[in-house]
């Protein structure tokens, strides 16, 4: 099933204008449930009740307040949001080029990808190398879903990226805070150096495994075939321990792990190396059979 555009507008760049068409990028893969009423397994019902009325409220019967007091509010309606100064709804501004290292991940928000127009592909592919040579991504501002958000327009390969970002006051962290005050050993930093160098691999993103939705996957088919559940097996212990022995004891580990992968990258590399050969000793003999037919 092609994937349905959410936004539909242009991508203005200084005086060039791109049509465009805005997709989201990811999936949510959780797994979801319903409410059951615990006694009948009924599906529960969700429904909107006014105390004050003492009765079931109808959706058009519903307005929107402003809370500026306790039980006070302030009535806002569709017509005052319609005249709220948004900008143009159909058009990614960008106002400005910067290094996409100067961006904190902290202030990404959710990710789009972007796709052009049929008829606008070579100012698309303009934008895009000139951006790649430059090495810089693009802040813009967009309207979406009645709100003015700041974006970063980024490429991933080939891909035009769009992420949405927040704003300074929506970001709870609070910069410039120094590192803990701790006293730590030479011998402490040296070790925790070297199990990092140890751990220390390329991203490889298509190795990671959502655990946790496998397990509950699993839960749900096993009741499903009425077998019994499987427990998960205990929590690492919170204890605090000697630092130094954690230390040694994950360089261990680490290298042990790391042994254990080389052996059955080893006999991959074997099996794959022994299969070429009995299927080139099959093609041989079927050669050599066929050439002797012939002959015959």
């Given at each position: 099933?092609?994937?349905r555009?959410?936004?539909?507008?242009?991508?203005?760049?200084?005086?060039?204008s791109?049509?465009?068409k805005?997709?989201?990028?990811t999936?949510?893969?959780?797994?979801?449930?319903?409410?059951?009423?615990?006694?009948?397994?009924?599906?529960?019902?969700?429904?909107?009740f006014?105390?004050?009325?003492?009765r079931?409220?109808e959706?058009?019967?519903?307005?929107?307040g402003?809370?500026?007091?306790?039980?006070?509010?302030?009535?806002?309606?569709?017509e005052?949001?319609?005249?709220?100064p948004?900008?143009?709804?159909n058009?990614v501004?960008?106002t400005?080029?910067?290094?996409?290292?100067e961006?904190?991940?902290?202030?990404?928000?959710?990710n789009?990808?972007?796709?052009?127009?049929?008829?606008?592909?070579k100012?698309?592919?303009?934008f895009?190398?000139?951006?790649?040579e430059?090495?810089?991504?693009?802040v813009a501002?967009?309207?979406?879903?009645?709100?003015?958000?700041?974006?970063?327009?980024?490429?991933?390969?080939?891909?035009?990226?769009?992420?949405?970002?927040?704003?300074?006051?929506?970001?709870?962290?609070?910069?410039?805070?120094?590192l803990?005050?701790v006293?730590?050993s030479?011998k402490?930093?040296?070790?925790?150096n070297?199990?990092?160098?140890?751990m220390?691999?390329?991203?490889?993103?298509?190795?990671?495994?959502?655990?946790y939705?496998?397990?509950?996957?699993?839960?749900?088919?096993a009741?499903?075939?009425?077998?019994?559940?499987v427990?998960?097996?205990?929590?690492?212990?919170?204890?605090v321990?000697?630092?130094?022995?954690?230390?040694?004891?994950?360089?261990?580990?680490?290298?042990?792990?790391?042994?254990?992968?080389?052996?059955t990258?080893?006999?991959?590399?074997?099996?794959?190396?022994?299969?070429?050969?009995?299927?080139?000793a099959?093609?041989?003999?079927a050669?050599t059979?066929?050439?002797?037919?012939?002959?015959?």
């Amino acid at each position: 099933m092609a994937a349905r555009a959410i936004w539909t507008g242009v991508i203005t760049f200084g005086m060039v204008s791109i049509p465009v068409k805005l997709y989201s990028a990811t999936e949510n893969k959780d797994i979801s449930f319903n409410q059951l009423h615990r006694d009948c397994k009924g599906r529960i019902k969700q429904q909107t009740f006014c105390p004050t009325c003492d009765r079931k409220i109808e959706y058009d019967e519903i307005e929107k307040g402003y809370e500026y007091g306790k039980d006070q509010y302030v009535v806002i309606t569709k017509e005052d949001l319609e005249k709220l100064p948004v900008p143009n709804k159909n058009v990614v501004e960008v106002t400005s080029f910067i290094r996409q290292d100067e961006i904190d991940p902290i202030y990404y928000d959710k990710n789009y990808y972007i796709e052009p127009d049929p008829a606008a592909k070579k100012p698309f592919a303009l934008f895009l190398k000139a951006m790649k040579e430059k090495d810089v991504v693009a802040v813009a501002s967009i309207a979406l879903r009645s709100k003015q958000r700041l974006c970063a327009l980024r490429l991933l390969d080939g891909t035009l990226m769009l992420n949405t970002l927040l704003y300074p006051d929506e970001i709870r962290v609070q910069r410039g805070t120094p590192l803990p005050d701790v006293q730590l050993s030479d011998k402490e930093m040296a070790m925790a150096n070297s199990l990092i160098d140890l751990m220390t691999s390329d991203f490889e993103p298509e190795q990671l495994k959502d655990s946790y939705r496998e397990a509950l996957l699993t839960t749900i088919e096993a009741k499903l075939e009425g077998k019994e559940v499987v427990e998960a097996p205990a929590a690492p212990s919170s204890n605090v321990v000697d630092l130094m022995d954690a230390l040694k004891a994950s360089m261990e580990a680490m290298k042990a792990q790391k042994e254990a992968a080389k052996q059955t990258a080893a006999a991959s590399k074997s099996d794959k190396a022994e299969k070429a050969s009995k299927e080139a000793a099959t093609a041989g003999a079927a050669k050599t059979s066929k050439k002797k037919a012939a002959a015959g």
